[in-house]
C-alpha cells in the first residue's frame, strides 16, 4: 500500500506528532526524533474509525490515530487487505504463466481466481519468472518475448541476498525493452517486480 499521513497519536498517556505509515500487513508511526511504533495487522484486536480517529486495539494499547477523512480507508484496508494476488493484478480469465518454481499455495491461489494457463506457444497476459540467481536473469529477454503487448512480467526473486540484487533485476529487465511500473511483496521469503512494455512498443 505505503500509504503515509502526518497525524497525531495517542498511546499510554503520551501524545505524538508524527507520521503514519500504512503496509501490507502492518502500521508504522514515527515521531521525531526517535519514538516509533509499529503495528501488526495479526496482533491487532479490534479495529475502528469514527470522527476521523482511527483506534486500534492490542496487547500494550489502545493507540489512536488523528487522521481525518482517512481513518475509516485505513481501517477499512487493515481488516480487509488486498490479497497477494490482487496486488499483482491477477485476475479471473487471464492468461497466465509460471517460469521457474513456485511454491503450491501460489499455484492454488491461481486455480481460485480461475486465471487460465495460455496454450504452449500463445502469449500470457501475465508471466511469473522466479530469478534464483544472477544467470537466472540472462533468460529475461527471452521469456519477456511471451507477453501480450498489454500483458507483464513479474520476475520473482528473493529478499536479502547477493545472488539476486534488485539494481540487477532492473537492469535486466530494462535491458530487455521493459519498463519497471511496480514492486511487490511476493512473500515472506520473496519480492516481486513487474516490468511492461514502454508505450512505444505496443
Same mark, same amino acid.
Given at each position: 500500500? =505505503?500509504?503515509?499521513?502526518?497525524? +497525531?497519536? /495517542? ?9 503514519? %505509515?500504512?503496509?501490507? !500487513?502492518? $502500521? ?8 516509533? $511504533?509499529?503495528?501488526?495487522?495479526? !496482533?491487532?484486536?479490534? &479495529? +475502528? ?10 496487547? =500494550? ?7 481525518g477523512r482517512a481513518a475509516e480507508k485505513w481501517a477499512a484496508k487493515i481488516l480487509h487487505p488486498p490479497s497477494r494476488l490482487d496486488k499483482l493484478g491477477v485476475k479471473p480469465g487471464l492468461k497466465v504463466r509460471l517460469v521457474g518454481e513456485f511454491?503450491?499455495?501460489?499455484? /492454488? ?5 480461475? @486465471? ?7 502469449? @500470457?497476459?501475465? $508471466?511469473?519468472?522466479?530469478?534464483? +540467481? ?10 519477456? +518475448? =511471451? ?8 520476475? &520473482? ?5 547477493? @545472488? #539476486?540484487?534488485?539494481?540487477? &533485476?532492473? %537492469? ?10 511496480? #514492486? ?14 514502454? $508505450?512505444?512498443?505496443?
Amino acid at each position: 500500500m =505505503g500509504q503515509e499521513l502526518e497525524c +497525531t497519536m /495517542r498511546h499510554r498517556h503520551r501524545t505524538l506528532t508524527g507520521k503514519a %505509515q500504512l503496509e501490507t !500487513d502492518y $502500521l508504522l508511526f514515527r515521531s521525531p526524533p526517535s519514538d516509533r $511504533l509499529k503495528l501488526l495487522f495479526k !496482533d491487532l484486536t479490534s &479495529v +475502528t474509525a469514527s470522527a476521523g480517529v482511527l483506534k486500534l486495539e492490542f496487547a =500494550g494499547g489502545p493507540a489512536e490515530f488523528d487522521l481525518g477523512r482517512a481513518a475509516e480507508k485505513w481501517a477499512a484496508k487493515i481488516l480487509h487487505p488486498p490479497s497477494r494476488l490482487d496486488k499483482l493484478g491477477v485476475k479471473p480469465g487471464l492468461k497466465v504463466r509460471l517460469v521457474g518454481e513456485f511454491d503450491e499455495d501460489f499455484r /492454488r491461489e491461481l486455480a481460485e481466481r480461475q @486465471a487460465e494457463a495460455p496454450e504452449p506457444r500463445a502469449k @500470457a497476459d501475465l $508471466l511469473f519468472f522466479a530469478a534464483e +540467481t544472477a544467470a537466472d536473469l540472462k533468460r529475461v529477454r527471452k521469456i519477456a +518475448t =511471451g507477453i501480450e503487448t498489454h500483458g507483464a512480467l513479474w520476475l &520473482v526473486y528473493p529478499k536479502g541476498v547477493t @545472488a #539476486v540484487r534488485e539494481i540487477e &533485476v532492473l %537492469q535486466t529487465g530494462r535491458e530487455a525493452g521493459l519498463k519497471d511500473v511496480k #514492486v511487490a511483496r511476493f512473500s515472506e521469503t520473496h519480492t516481486a517486480l513487474k516490468f511492461v512494455l514502454p $508505450l512505444a512498443a505496443r
